[in-house]
């Protein structure tokens, strides 16, 4: 059987959750498939809204365009920004099928329940993704996208209080939105959808896991 080989790009500079990012893609993948992540060296080092989006796009398509060429294997490309930064450009011209994290969180999150809600970083975020929800068509499903008011980095800090803020945050939607599943609006939050779901007694969706899935059925 011939190899998946997934490249997951981090639009953003911070190497450390690209590797956050990179464990819960392989975690995710079934046999067969090969994970490489990597990130620009240039750009912003979070990914909060649109401003921070239209920073990261040079480095993003720079790299996109420079491993494409160099490394005829890759199968698949994920985004790993929940913005989908990029997204509908690179799904244009890329020789490969391409997937956003927030695109197959939103399908997921879908198919799990008829009405769902997003739980993100800052609000800066919002206008965001709810214009990405409208572009897949998938506004109507979702009741409402929140901001949990977490900085991105903030969850790579170990003692920061960014978990115990996204939980109030979920159970807010789930006594406020009457929706049936969460999906997770950061790449930074990927290593918290299993125990969130176990939680909280309803599907918990990261955006990384559900792209992975999405990559190797379109690769294959």
């Excluded at 406020?176 to 309803?202: E, K, N, S, W, Y």
């Amino acid at each position: 059987m011939k190899e998946t080989h997934i490249l997951v790009i981090n639009p953003n500079t911070t190497a450390s959750m690209t590797n956050k990012i990179a464990a819960a893609a392989r975690a995710a993948a079934g046999p067969g498939t090969r994970i490489t992540a990597i990130n620009p060296l240039q750009g912003p080092a979070a990914i909060q809204g649109a401003a921070d989006g239209a920073a990261a796009l040079p480095g993003l398509n720079v790299l996109f365009d420079r491993t494409l060429e160099t490394d005829q294997s890759i199968s698949a490309v994920i985004i790993a920004c929940f913005d989908d930064t990029g997204l509908f450009d690179l799904k244009a011209r890329s020789p490969v099928p391409v997937v956003g994290i927030g695109e197959a969180a939103y399908h997921v999150a879908s198919v799990a329940a008829p009405r769902f809600s997003v739980v993100t970083t800052l609000p800066v975020s919002v206008p965001v993704l709810e214009g990405n929800l409208q572009r897949v068509g998938l506004a109507p499903r979702c009741a409402r996208v929140r901001a949990s008011d977490v900085p991105v980095l903030e969850l790579e800090d170990p003692n920061s209080d960014a978990r115990q803020r996204i939980e109030a945050e979920i159970a807010t939607a789930l006594r406020m939105d009457g929706v049936g599943a969460i999906a997770l609006g950061c790449a930074g939050m990927a290593d918290l959808a299993a125990d969130l779901t176990t939680r909280f007694q309803v599907p918990v969706i990261d955006g990384v896991a559900s792209a992975v899935r999405f990559a190797e059925m379109v690769a294959k």
